[in-house]
Structure formats: structure tokens, C-alpha cells
């Protein structure tokens, strides 16, 4: 009874010494991330959480952008060299760059053209044995219209790749810092391949990035070991480990047991409490994203600009914004936001004055205004954190002009379907910027080419003819000079009641220096100090 | 014994083929597709979109769907998830192991405390422990698990920091999954500083989820007990003057202990849903945040499958007790 007793005691002394708190390792950093990734392959990808775990942590892209920048800068790409016409680009690779040696693969040779080319094939060549592989939807590459825009990429050296376009594109470079574009190892595929096993490919990856992958459990962590031979130089911290905890909540308990580092997309409701915790950094940048209510210009009286200023004016957007964000947004004045290049400080947003909107809409042939639809999107997104609540406000808003709003919302799915059928009459949404390029806003929301999906179905030729200009021109002066003009025209002809860019907050342990927020919402540890 | 063995196991088919025809028509009722969910904003070109949808056969006719799928199943084959082209089967047996893990720890927890608890309420019945005990058990029962386990965290791990926030396993240790359930893996790994911190992580999670069944069974075995406490054979036990502590252990309890068996049994499947909600909270690694993901995505495969499977599982539970229960009773077993 008694050995029984002293087994009893032993077992319950280690249980409570292990219930101490879990203190961090010297060098290992806890990231609490949001999701499970859905591949190790960013080519397949379209999520933020896929991106952290993958391209981020173990992948390098020709171009890249880091930090809390929005500029490509050189990647595996040292330099890079564009014909005349526009249509050749010339990359010249980074030397001595090292792939990952993992638990299945030991590259014998470092990173090179062939790289490149198989990188790129798998996605534009449909015969490509790879194309098919994992379900082969290249979603970003499609959406920058890859297939049509690239026309060939041939290896001219070891160390040197020409990519021939179908048409002139100023957005290439910045095009090429997608995550999509993330450079695979050849010489792993090729093994794989005879293998039998390609898709192996996408779930246990081989990359030239800062980190390597050690393991993966589903839901619940991500482990990776730092690249001692990394090309930039080795991470500052041996150890990264994603926790994978879904709820925000929990993600802020973790982060004030000390259990985690570093977490992202707080809820706006827990700001204030984090920013009061000592042992907690509040880190907060401008979002680069727009949250905007569009009006269908196809459809009556949407089609008379002086309706659509009308509502400019008749909505509260201080009111709204300060409402709807709780201190996590900044009113918008153009469609893309201030820290991207080419942004208009000179254009002034519409003053909120019923009076005026009210004549207006008497001058359009609406005294006793009019009925009309207003859709909501039934989910949070990053420039949009309560879309029913906002369109509550809105609805009264309008109702003292004599616009009798009607809500409408439906399954996410659903709602952006019928968004692009045209079927609403207003309608709640945004964009989250992929690259750093203002055509990334402009030509995807509010070109003649996009008229037909987008949520204004906007097409004013005026407008059209600089964006499409200025994706033609390469010098950037130029450039800079056809976005502001372009930015003129939208606020006058309104097709949309921009709302909101909102703020990015992030939380880091007060130890944690070096952490920069992304403005593309993408989480780099690289660079990262534990102190 | 055989004849009524072969009648339960016939009646599993048509059960089955019912359980397949409800989740393809239930997952297919739900708005929206894969393709969507992925594309979110951002719009390509409509072409692909229908290509990549041909591609996953979602433009074929939905009872060609239904055909293409129950062949697949027939032939153990559960297809692969949309999003991450895995094997469903191999992507639920990485995360069922959890699930059970925690809902077999949230049983144990609630018949170890359940039992014990109905008895004493039993015995002292209308007094203040009675009711002390009863009102709680109520009170765990109507409890949102949601909120419940919030509470517990705030409690236990951030005010007295004596629990895990949530997940499995401490980020230093890694126990390679030889049969999945953390806590043999960990023993027969060898490593038991990884057993204590798993057990460690255990512990509020199975409170949250564990109370419900605690309650039931709490409130079964009182009324349970009352009943068998007031039946003749105990009368006479105790004219007898037999050992007070004997009648209620032998004499009372086993006899009670039918109907609560039952419930326990009833109980799979309500635990295997409240481990969805638990396991959202404690960052689980189980197969709710799996569900709950796939829904998000309009996963198709994994949905049908995860739900097939876990019909599948609490069918394979029932059928047992089903089973058992013949075993035992005989006017079970001759339909009767």
C-alpha cells in the first residue's frame, strides 16, 4: 500500500511540475496561426495560411517583396534585364543558392534555370507531367491570366531565363512576386516522378527558402528547422513552430499563457485589452485592401452619375467607419490605398450633406427618392469586419434622402455568384491587394475588361484608356501620372461609395523584435529575434 | 443467437445505403461549390472555372454523381479531398485517433464522477446535498460547451496557469503517431516527459465535454437507484440486517446500473458531436475542426466521407450493444 502510495505522490509531483507554465525555448518562436495549410505547394494555393506555411517559410520567387514593403526587389533573380518592346525579360540567377536537404531528398546540385522552366511549365503546359498533379487549379496564375500573357520560358544558360510575353505588361515584375510563382526544386520533381509518387511534391516540399520543413500534424502544428545555408543568411531563430488554433479567442489566451509568440487577425473586440498587457506588443499598419459599396451602373437610376453622388453624400462614412471598425479602418477616398504608389492625396472624397444629396437626386428625376437593393456579404473579411451591421447603417442613411433600401444577403458562395451576375442593385465587398502594382486594384475591380464580374460592371472609356495605358507603359513617372488621372475620374463619376482601408493588427510577445507586418497580410519570420 | 446476429447485421445495409443518399443530398444542398469557395473575390476566367469544376465531375448530373460515388465507396474508396488531393480514409484515421482519445477520456471522466455522485443523491434524497448535486448536474448539462470551455481556460490556464491553453502536445516534444492515440503512442514511445504533457493537455477538454455525459449519468443513476432502493429485495436485504454498505453496492447499484448502462452507450454519438464544438476551442486535432474546415471550403469528398465514416462508426457502436444486449437478455434476442 505504502509503494503504492509513494507512486501515487511521484506521479501527481511530475503531473504539477509539468503544469507550470510552458516556457519557450531559447530560440524556438510560436507562431499561432489561424488554419491548416491545404498544400505545401503555393502554386495550388489561393489562402494566406497556405502562403505563411509554404512560400513564406520555405520558398524563394524570382522577385519578391519583404517586410512591411510593397516594391519587388531581387529574389532568385539577381537581376533582370526588358527588351525594348517590352515583351523579353532577361532574369540573370543567383549563384551558389542551396536546395533543402530533408528527410527524402539531398540535392546534388544547386539551384538553376531548369528550376525555373519546370517551375513555370508545370502551370502554363498542360501536357506537363506535372500539370495534373494534386488537381493542378493554378487559381492565382489564372487570374493574372498567366496562360495568355506568357509565351514562352527558355533557359538560355545554367544562370540565365527568358520569359517572352504576348503583350507589353509594366505588372510583370510585381506579377512575378505572387506566391503562385514560387520557384520548385527540378531535380526533386524528376526523382519523385520516377518514383511514382509526384504529389509528394505538394505535401513534403523542398524549397531554397529560410526554413525547412521538419513536420506537419494536421490541425495541429507545423514544425520547421531553420536553413543553416540559407542564401540571405541563416534566420536568427533555430526553431519555428506554427500552432495551429482556429479560434481568436484562444489565440489571444495562448498569447497571454506565454504559449505562443506571435499572433495574427486579433478580434477588433480584444484590441484595447492586448494593447494594456505589458508582456503583449501591439504592432499595426495600414491594410492594403479597399472596402467599398458598388453601385450596379448597368442598372437604373444606378446608370446617372448623379445618383451615385448623391448617395456619396448621403452616407455618414465617419459615423460608418468609426462603427463598423472600432478604431480599425481609415476612411477611403480613392479605390486603392495610400500606401501603394500612385495614390492621389490631391482627390477630395464627397462631403456627407443631405441637402445636397437631396437636390441631386431631385436633379436626376428622383425628388421622393427611390427603392432599391442593398447587399451584404454574410462573412468577415479583412477590409470589411461587419458587412450587416454596416448595412443597417447605411439603410438608415439612405432613408433620409427617400432611398427605401431593401437588405439582401446569401451564402458567401452564393452571394458572390449572383454578385457577378449583376443581380443586385448595390452591393458590399472589397479587395485585398496580391501585389504591388495599382493595376492589381484597378484592372481587376474597375476596367472595361473586368465590366462584366465586377460589382459596379463599371466600363467609363475615359477611365479605361489610362489604366489600360498605364499597363502598357513601363517607366513609372509615367505610370504614376495615368493612376492619379485615372483617380480623378473615379471620384466623379463615383462608381462606388469608397468605405474603408483597414488597419492590419498583429501581436507579438514583448520579447519578439524584428517582426514587420506584411502590407499583403503574409507573416515572415525570417529576420525574427527571441530576446 | 445466429439467426438474430445475421437479422441486426441485414439491417446495418439498408441503414448504410441510407446514410450514403443523406449526406451526398445533404452536402449538395448547401449553397455554393468548391471552386467558388476557393476563387473567393477574385475572378478568372469563367471558362476555367468551368473546366475545373468538369474536372472534379461536378457538371455531370447529380444521380450520375451519386452512381460514380456509391461505386467508389462499395470499393472502399472514399475519394480525395478537393483541397488538399489526400485520401479522405487517410486523412480521417490521422485525425480520428484524437476524437476518440478525447471522447473515451470525456466518458471515463463523466462515469467516475457520474456514478458516484447519482448514488449519493440517491441515498440522500430531498437533502441539501441532493440538490446541491442534482442542480449542478442540470447546470452542467445546459452549459454551451463554447462557453463552458472559454470559462475553464480563463480559469484554469490563464488565471492559475495550471493548465495548457489548448492543442495536444507541448511544441517541444514530437511523438511519431504509431497508432495515433497521443498517450500509447507517447508509452510506447518511450517518452514520458511527451505522456505527462499530453495527459496535461487532456485535462480541460474533457472537462468541457465530459460534464454533459456526467450529468446524464449522474441524474440516471439517482433515479435509477431511487427506484431500485425502494423495491422489495431490498427491503428484505436490510430486515435481513444485511451491511448497509453491501446492499447498496451489490443489492442496489448493479441492479440500477442497467438503464445507465444504456445511456452510456446512447451517449457515443452525442460526444462525437460535442468533440466537433471541443475540439474548435481547444485546438483538437480531431476530426470537427477537419469537418467544420471542409464545410467552410465545400470540401465534398471529405464531407461525405467524415460523415459516412462517423455514421458508420456509431452504427458499428450500436449494432455491439445491440448485441450485447441479446447476449445478455433473452427476450431481446427471440423478439420478444
Request: one cysteine or more; hydrophobic letters at 45%.
Amino acid at each position: 500500500m505504502k509503494r503504492y502510495l509513494w507512486q501515487a505522490l511521484a506521479v501527481a509531483g511530475l503531473t504539477l511540475s509539468a503544469i507550470a507554465p510552458v516556457q519557450a525555448q531559447n530560440k524556438t518562436l510560436v507562431y499561432c496561426s489561424e488554419g491548416s495549410p491545404e498544400t505545401f505547394n503555393p502554386q495550388l494555393a489561393t489562402s494566406g495560411t497556405t502562403f505563411d506555411a509554404s512560400s513564406i517559410a520555405i520558398y524563394n520567387r524570382l522577385v519578391e517583396v519583404r517586410g512591411s514593403k510593397t516594391e519587388a526587389e531581387p529574389g532568385l533573380a539577381q537581376s533582370w534585364t526588358v527588351s525594348d518592346d517590352g515583351l523579353t525579360y532577361t532574369f540573370y540567377l543567383r549563384r551558389g543558392v542551396q536546395w533543402h536537404t530533408t528527410r527524402n531528398f539531398t540535392p546534388t546540385r544547386p539551384f538553376n534555370a531548369d528550376d525555373v522552366l519546370f517551375s513555370f511549365k508545370r502551370m502554363m503546359d498542360e501536357k506537363h507531367p506535372y500539370h495534373k498533379v494534386s488537381g493542378g487549379n493554378y487559381i492565382y496564375f489564372n487570374e493574372v491570366d498567366g496562360p495568355n500573357l506568357i509565351k514562352s520560358v527558355e533557359k538560355v544558360d545554367d544562370y540565365t531565363v527568358k520569359i517572352t510575353l504576348t503583350k507589353p505588361d509594366a505588372t510583370f515584375i510585381s506579377i512575378l512576386t505572387l506566391h503562385s510563382f514560387s520557384i520548385l526544386s527540378a531535380e526533386y520533381a524528376d526523382k519523385l516522378l520516377k518514383a511514382g509518387t509526384p504529389e509528394r511534391l505538394d505535401t513534403d516540399p523542398v524549397g531554397t527558402g529560410p526554413f525547412v520543413l521538419v513536420n506537419y500534424q494536421k490541425d495541429s502544428a507545423i514544425r520547421y528547422t531553420k536553413n543553416d545555408k540559407y542564401w540571405r543568411g541563416a534566420a536568427k531563430i533555430d526553431t519555428l513552430v506554427f500552432a495551429i488554433t482556429k479560434d481568436a479567442s484562444i489565440r489571444y489566451q495562448k498569447m497571454r499563457a506565454g504559449e505562443c509568440h506571435v499572433m495574427a487577425y486579433p478580434n477588433p473586440a480584444e484590441i484595447e485589452s492586448m494593447k494594456a498587457d505589458k508582456n503583449l506588443r501591439v504592432l499595426q499598419q495600414e491594410g492594403f485592401n479597399i472596402g467599398y459599396l458598388a453601385f450596379n451602373t448597368e442598372k437604373k437610376p444606378f446608370n446617372d452619375k448623379r445618383v451615385r453622388q448623391a448617395i456619396n453624400m448621403a452616407l455618414n462614412k465617419a459615423n460608418i467607419v468609426k462603427a463598423v471598425y472600432l478604431g480599425s479602418g481609415t476612411p477611403a477616398t480613392n479605390p486603392i490605398p495610400p500606401t501603394l504608389w500612385s495614390y492621389n492625396k490631391s482627390v477630395k472624397d464627397y462631403q456627407y450633406n443631405v441637402n445636397k444629396a437631396k437636390e441631386l437626386l431631385a436633379a436626376a428625376g428622383y425628388p421622393n427618392g427611390f427603392e432599391a437593393t442593398l447587399w451584404w456579404m454574410p462573412v468577415q473579411r479583412p477590409y470589411n469586419p461587419n458587412a450587416k451591421a454596416m448595412a443597417e447603417l447605411m439603410q438608415a442613411d439612405l432613408a433620409k434622402v427617400g432611398i427605401k433600401v431593401r437588405l439582401v444577403s446569401y451564402e458567401w458562395g452564393e452571394y458572390l455568384d449572383r454578385l457577378r451576375k449583376g443581380e443586385h442593385d448595390m452591393g458590399l465587398l472589397g479587395w485585398t491587394g496580391d501585389y504591388g502594382d495599382p493595376d492589381n486594384f484597378f484592372g481587376n475591380l474597375l476596367s472595361c475588361a473586368a465590366a462584366g464580374s465586377s460589382t459596379a460592371r463599371w466600363c467609363h472609356k475615359p477611365f479605361d484608356d489610362l489604366i489600360v495605358k498605364a499597363r502598357q507603359v513601363s517607366n513609372q513617372a509615367e505610370r504614376t501620372k495615368l493612376y492619379e488621372q485615372a483617380q480623378v475620374i473615379f471620384k466623379e463619376e463615383a462608381p462606388w461609395f469608397t468605405i474603408a482601408h483597414s488597419i492590419a493588427t498583429e501581436i507579438t510577445r514583448s520579447n519578439v523584435t524584428g517582426y514587420q507586418i506584411s502590407p499583403f497580410g503574409s507573416h515572415d519570420f525570417y529576420g525574427v529575434e527571441l530576446k | 443467437m445466429l439467426r438474430f446476429f445475421l437479422n441486426r447485421f441485414l439491417l446495418l445495409i439498408p441503414t448504410f445505403i441510407g446514410v450514403t443518399l443523406l449526406t451526398f443530398s445533404m452536402v449538395r444542398l448547401i449553397k455554393g461549390d468548391p471552386i467558388t469557395a476557393m476563387l473567393g473575390e477574385r475572378a478568372v476566367d469563367p471558362r476555367w472555372v468551368e473546366e475545373a469544376k468538369a474536372r472534379l465531375g461536378l457538371d455531370q448530373p447529380l444521380i450520375v454523381q451519386y452512381g460514380i460515388y456509391i461505386n467508389q465507396v462499395v470499393q472502399g474508396d472514399l475519394g480525395n479531398s478537393i483541397v488538399t488531393s489526400k485520401p479522405v480514409l487517410s486523412e480521417f484515421w490521422d485525425l480520428f485517433p484524437a476524437t476518440i482519445e478525447l471522447a473515451l477520456s470525456a466518458m471515463l471522466f463523466g462515469i467516475v464522477f457520474g456514478i458516484p455522485l447519482g448514488i449519493i443523491a440517491a441515498l440522500r434524497r430531498g437533502k441539501v446535498s441532493d440538490y446541491l448535486t442534482m442542480g449542478t448536474a442540470l447546470t452542467g448539462q445546459s452549459l454551451p460547451i463554447f462557453w463552458w470551455g472559454l470559462l475553464l481556460i480563463l480559469l484554469f490556464s490563464i488565471t492559475l496557469g495550471w493548465t495548457p491553453v489548448s492543442g495536444r502536445l507541448s511544441f517541444e516534444f514530437y511523438v511519431e503517431p504509431i497508432t495515433g492515440f497521443l498517450l500509447l503512442d507517447c508509452i510506447l514511445s518511450n517518452d514520458w516527459p511527451a505522456f505527462y504533457s499530453a495527459i496535461h493537455h487532456l485535462i480541460l477538454p474533457t472537462l468541457a465535454l465530459g460534464t454533459i455525459p456526467l450529468a446524464i449519468i449522474a441524474r440516471m443513476t439517482r433515479s435509477s437507484m431511487i427506484e431500485v432502493m425502494g423495491e422489495d429485495y431490498i427491503r428484505t436485504a436490510k430486515a435481513k440486517g444485511l451491511n448497509p454498505k453491501r446492499i447498496v453496492l451489490i443489492h442496489g447499484l448493479r441492479n440500477a446500473l442497467i438503464p445507465v448502462i444504456t445511456v452510456i452507450g446512447l451517449q457515443t454519438g452525442s460526444l462525437l458531436a460535442g468533440a466537433v464544438l471541443t475540439e474548435t476551442i481547444f485546438s483538437w486535432p480531431g476530426i470537427g475542426k477537419w469537418l467544420i474546415d471542409s464545410l467552410d471550403r465545400r470540401d465534398y469528398p471529405v464531407l461525405q466521407g467524415a460523415v459516412l465514416l462517423v455514421a458508420s462508426f456509431i452504427m458499428i457502436v450500436n449494432f455491439i450493444i445491440d448485441i450485447l444486449y441479446g447476449l445478455i437478455n433473452p427476450r431481446i434476442r427471440h423478439g420478444r
